[in-house]
């Protein structure tokens, strides 16, 4: 028995990276409970391995008294005589205990506690990895679809892809290689629970900073990020080194660095907005693709009023007012559209 415990130990810390003493502490703590459950629940058993040939010794603990009212834990200074050459009344004495059949158990016990301490070695090892990467995008193929989830397969674990965080636009089917970012990573009782999600404003950031050498140097700045998934995002970017422009450098040559990203997004529209901290030129830029005319700011209640062509106030307001509703978001200021007409309209009335 010792030299199997011996040999498991030795190769279950050399492939597993779990250190013996870690492993050896592990199984003393469940041989230990074994054997105070074999004795009846007794607390006054211990037990040591010898770290290097795993010989198990168990041994009860009893009180030196001239007089024994509880033989389970005291024992009398005549029998202590024959354990220990100078006994001393009230201090205690190890007495060898042979338990009967204690090979077979400890054999059990090593195996169970080995294997699950491995267990949770690799599950802390998983948790770790993947927690700093919160923010960070993943590449995994789709395994398997359960209770509105998708199961992707990271190469040394499992990650959950809600259904609610895929594209409105897109079926994965099994087989399918996804990529997705990681929003968090949970620690549970069955181990690390990595989330996905396709639908992140911080998706489309992070698939920028890998397309493009000038963000993921820090060179280019993401400032803001706004997204309704499947359909379109805005972001505004600058450029900390005036020789590089900030929107071209997300679209690339003949944009294909921005034509990858909307491919990876199943054709989601993109616009790519120059940062100002001048807040007319940011609502104007914001409500691209559309022309503005003229804008009115209130700076104290951060509204504006804005007037475009007639012909610009549908693209303005966008399908279903989308794009003046991620507009507001991106620059954090209430925007009133108004075509050339209703506001010739307004200055007429007013007027008179």
């Known amino acids: 028995m010792p030299k199997e415990l011996l040999y498991l130990i030795d190769q279950i810390s050399r492939e597993k990276g779990i250190s013996r003493d870690t492993l050896l502490e592990a199984l003393r703590s ?19 391995i010898d770290p290097k040939t795993c010989n198990i010794k168990a041994f009860e603990i009893k009180k030196i008294v001239l007089h024994v009212t509880n033989k389970n834990e005291e024992i009398s200074l005549e029998e202590a005589l024959k354990i220990s050459p100078q006994p001393i009344e009230g201090t205690t004495v190890n007495i060898p205990i042979d338990l009967h059949d204690f090979s077979r158990i400890a054999a059990q016990t090593a195996k169970q506690v080995i294997f699950q301490r491995v267990r949770e070695a690799e599950r802390d090892a998983i948790y770790n990895e993947f927690k700093d990467k919160v923010g960070t995008i ?11 989830v998708y199961f992707l397969n990271l190469g040394k674990t499992e990650a959950i892809l809600p259904i609610k965080e895929v594209l409105p636009n897109e079926t994965l089917k ?63 970017v600058f450029s900390k080194d ?14 294909t660095r921005v034509q990858s990203i909307v491919r990876e997004l199943r054709g989601e529209r993109i616009d790519i907005i120059p940062w100002t901290d001048d807040p007319r030129m940011l609502i104007a830029r914001a409500l691209s693709p559309a022309s503005v005319e003229r804008i009115g700011i209130n700076e104290e209640d951060k509204t504006a009023m804005v007037v475009v062509s007639d012909d610009q106030l549908s693209l303005a307001i966008g399908k279903r007012g989308q794009n003046v509703r991620l507009a507001m978001k991106l620059t954090g200021w209430y925007i009133d559209i108004l075509s050339e007409s209703e506001y010739s309209k307004i200055r ?5």
Not at 138 to 148: A, I, P, T
Not at 242 to 255: L, N
């Open 30 to 48: 469940a041989l230990l409970t074994a054997a105070k459950k074999r004795l009846g629940g007794r607390t006054n058993i211990d037990l040591i």
């Open 138 to 148: 993943v590449s995994g193929q789709v395994m398997r679809k359960e209770k509105g």
């Open 174 to 236: 099994r087989g399918d290689t996804v990529r997705a970012i990681i929003v968090d990573v949970k620690i549970t009782t069955k181990g690390p629970i990595i989330m996905l999600s396709r639908t992140e404003p911080q998706f489309v950031a992070s698939l920028f900073k890998m397309e493009v050498p000038e963000i993921h140097d820090g060179l280019v700045v993401i400032k803001n990020i706004v997204r309704e998934p499947g359909e379109r995002t805005k972001l505004t």
């Open 348 to 352: 007429t009335e007013e007027a008179v």
């Open 242 to 255: 005036q020789s590089i422009d900030p929107v071209g450098a997300c679209v690339g040559m003949k944009g």
